[in-house]
Nanobody, 128 residues
């Protein structure tokens, strides 16, 4: 079965850290870029960052607001991509989604109307 399974959401206080995981099965994950998105209550979904496939060197791209606080990495052996979040703020409260596609990861990745595989979402709550 083709799927992306997310884990690692939860509640933390301002300034805390969380790591989200996005584990793939049923397809050749190494060939895919993976993006992280989030949707806060009452707001539109926005891109957080993405990481390219191993073929494209695993390069990363981050939205401006997350640069320096969020880090995306991937583990080829585990077919998993991680979103490490630090110095969290209440404004980071949202449901976070991962999405895998063969498209190249750059700023355009967040604008595509279709990405092939999506995780189920993980809720992150940052309390003040």
């Amino acid at each position: 079965e083709v799927q992306l399974v997310q884990s690692g959401g939860g509640q933390v206080q301002t300034g805390g850290s969380l790591r989200l995981s996005c584990a793939a099965s049923g397809f050749t994950f190494d060939d895919y870029a993976v993006g992280w998105f989030r949707q806060a209550p009452g707001k539109e979904r926005e891109g957080v960052g993405c990481i390219n496939s191993a073929t494209h060197g695993g390069s990363t791209y981050y939205a401006d607001s997350e640069k320096g606080r969020f880090t995306i990495s991937r583990d080829a052996k585990e077919d998993t991509v991680y979103l490490q979040m630090s110095t969290l703020e209440p404004e980071d409260t949202a449901i976070y989604y991962c999405a895998a596609d063969l498209k190249y990861c750059n700023g355009d990745y967040f604008t595509y109307s279709y990405l092939e595989h999506w995780g189920q979402g993980a809720r992150v709550i940052v309390s003040s």
